[in-house]
């Protein structure tokens, strides 16, 4: 179906009329940028992360883009006219512009940012490539749709570095804050004849963790995924068991401080815990949290300002 996007230039402080105008024209569903707005959130709660891109907590103006679709016959048209009259006696300071689109350019055009990923052994491919392996390749399939990570990120590349030096054929393995599932399905891919993967969000991590499962050839009844916090909740943590050869979390590092000396519970002695997610700042209080919970670190990698730390448990 062909679509007209519509975006309204407008003062920042004008965004809740707009908005009104439009409800009252018959549209209900709107995509707000306010560029202040973003950088006072980013600013009040930067407790919630480790890192923000700096750009996004500078407003770069005082406007906001008020941005809707209507299709693209007579009917839409006419909207949009109605829309363009109410604009103009409503706010003579606001400025619609228009561009046609349809459902193929919003289902494929972000497809061309995907490409296959080579990570040592591994190659992250979106399901949409065709790719042929070289010799001692591991293909890794994904649905870069999902909303929990694409193999792209820093973390995510060193943790999948780590578990191609450090997993063992028949390792069993503990993936906490799965996410889309990469490290627990790559460690499948890697040997691994066992594989828990947990994290809090209760839908769509396992969703999204059992999708790319079935894209890659793999015996899903050696992968279990479950919801639950392992650092709150007691039940979680019976069900997770233990026994694991590999713990592995990519999370972030307020997570990862509590984790490093729970996760003796759920790991072997002599069992290792690899963690990422660290940005450089947080690096000392980490390694602080590694040798309070027993973990002697045998490895530690960098990539552009993350970390992930190998630590292996004694008895």
Known sequence: ?????????????????????????????VEIIDAQERARFFAEHTRNWDYADESLLVADSNFAYVIFYVTNDNAGTGLLNDIAEKLKAHDTSATLTKEST????????????????????????????????????????????????????QTTQLCINALQRWVRTGDKLLDIGCGSGILSIIGLLLGASYVYAIDVDPAGAIAATK????????????????????????????????????????????????????SREFTKTDGLFIASGIITARLPEVLSAFATGGLAIISQEELEGWHCIVGKYNA
């Open 102 to 153: 349809n459902d193929e350019t919003w289902l494929n055009e972000w497809k061309k940012h995907f490409k296959p990923i080579k990570l040592g052994r591994i190659v992250v491919v979106p399901e949409w490539e065709h790719y042929q392996p070289q010799a001692n390749e591991v293909v890794f399939t994904i649905d870069p749709g999902t909303a929990f990570g694409t193999g792209q990120h």
């Open 211 to 262: 999708k790319n499962a079935k894209l890659n050839p793999v015996n899903l009844n050696l992968l279990t995924v479950a919801a639950g916090d392992v650092l709150t909740n007691e039940s979680v943590k019976a069900n997770v068991g233990n026994g694991y050869d590999v713990t592995v979390a990519n999370i972030v590092a307020d997570v990862i401080i509590p984790l490093a000396p729970l």
């Open 1 to 29: 179906m062909e679509w007209i996007k519509a975006s309204i230039k407008t003062a920042g402080d004008a965004v809740e009329n707009i908005t009104g105008l439009l409800m009252m024209c018959g549209i209900t569903g």
